[in-house]
């Protein structure tokens, strides 16, 4: 908890090449949306890979956000084919959440992952993913059209149906939302202990939780964080998430 009495919830960084260098990044969005919605200060997590232990920050923090980013994980941690050429990766990224996201869980940190975060997830859990869900054939394209301003990339795209009973349901209250849609590879086998929470209209499981978690551990495909304040159902699970870490903040003997 910060002094103020915020839960801290770590922000996980994409390693990014900017010129000659690596930087490690998260867009402001996410931040404002920790700040914003969850009522948490985000602590910015590096991705420096496998050789950097991430995971000692766990018992410091109530809270960990995936983010979503422009690159995708590596095929061979679900044992897919390799990917297209110029497919964007973050092998640092990879490296580094795809354990924190196990040792979070076990930890009983509350998790909230978006698009990129959602896909990591599901590959923690042993499930796989397309690549180019607009190449499988029966789905609705799910990219954003990349010459529209960012509002429109980020506006409403289609439906979700929320599975009642699941922690989206009794987060939104209802058996419907409209979500953004900005993402080219989704889940093709899910992950074993994860449990659907939503499916676009093509079938596309659009979210999941971990069935056994013993805290709050959902998975998003669109970017709730996406001006989170303006919109009532984003603004519902950043509240769930902010209230969970809260509660485990609560609970801790620091
Ligand atoms: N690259 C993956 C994941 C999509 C994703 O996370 N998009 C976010 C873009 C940038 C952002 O808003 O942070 C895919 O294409 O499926």
Redesign the pocket.
Known sequence: MSKSGLPLIGVVACNQQLGLHPFNIV?E??LLSVVNGAKGFPIILPSLGRDFPTADILARLDGILF??????VEPHHYQGPASAEGT?HDPKRDATTLPLIKAAIDAGIPILG????F?EMNVVFGGS?HQK?HEVGHYIEH?EDKTASLDVQ?GLSHKISIVSGGLLHDAWGCDTAEVNS?????VDRLGQGLQPEAYAPDGLIEAFSVANAKNFALGVQW?PE?KVQDNAFYTSIFNAFGQACRLYAAQQER
Do not use: E
């Open positions: 867009g969005k996410y983010t979503g980013s422009p690159s995708n964007h978006i698009c990129r975060g896909q993913l869900l990219r980020y900005v993402h080219t590879q989704g970017h996406w």
